[in-house]
């Protein structure tokens, strides 16, 4: 995506923002692409809400208030700030998906300091009708150096994201002679194992 377009798509966001959120609901709006964090993968665009921890608390203790409970102890911030500013995460989320189909994913932070742990990601716009369905989700922590590897297949065009590229990889190792030959050790492996 072009300078200019991204810059353009960063202004629709925020007009978005002010239509969506009330004065003072969320700490910041940001438009992050690929280099601005490490989540974000080349291609993809990605919006950052930071809801501030105070608010959140602070409209808790109003909605709990008159009920004698004690305010936001134990609360869930994303549940905290749904319930004070009602919709608001769905208009904004629906906004993005039928305005600006070229962000990929919301992500809602919880400002809790300078590690902002708290975080959720949220799909934006309809799902791939053309993903398998018997796909099974995988976790890895990956260094630079591999997310450096991952980015060049994207970049290059070999691979759609990040996910694609490890499939991509794990297909090119399926294609070894001597994947065939670990196949075999690993399932003689295993009858040995089940005769004890």
Same mark, same amino acid.
């Given at each position: ?16 923002? &002010? ?5 003072? =609901? ?9 280099? @601005?964090? !490490? ?12 809801? +501030? =921890?105070?608010?959140?608390?602070? =409209? ?25 500013? !009602? ?6 989320? @629906? ?5 600006? +189909? ?20 949220? &799909? ?6 053309? &993903?398998?369905?018997?796909?099974? !989700? ?5 260094? !630079? ?39 075999? &050790? ?11």
């Amino acid at each position: 995506m072009e300078q200019a377009e991204v810059e353009t798509a960063r202004r629709r966001v925020q007009d978005a923002a &002010r239509e969506c959120f009330p004065d003072g =609901a969320v700490q910041e709006v940001a438009l992050l692409q690929y280099g @601005d964090d !490490p989540r974000v993968e080349p291609g993809q665009l990605v919006v950052r809400v930071l809801i +501030p =921890a105070d608010a959140a608390d602070a =409209a808790d203790a109003g909605a709990s208030a008159g009920a004698g409970e004690s305010a936001g102890f134990g609360r869930d911030p994303f549940d905290a700030f749904k319930q004070a500013h !009602p919709g608001t995460l769905d208009r904004f989320q @629906d906004t993005l998906s039928r305005e600006l +189909p070229e962000v990929g994913s919301l992500e809602v932070n919880v400002d809790a300091g300078p590690e902002r742990k708290a975080f959720m990601r949220l &799909r934006l716009g309809p799902s791939p009708a053309d &993903r398998p369905g018997d796909l099974t !989700p995988v976790m890895a922590r990956l260094g !630079p150096t591999d997310l450096e590897t991952l980015d060049t297949l994207i970049t290059t065009g070999i691979a759609a994201n990040r996910a694609d590229a490890v499939r991509w990889a794990l297909a090119r190792i399926r294609e070894r002679s001597a994947y065939a030959e670990l196949r075999e &050790r690993a399932r003689q492996i295993e009858e040995l194992k089940s005769q004890f």
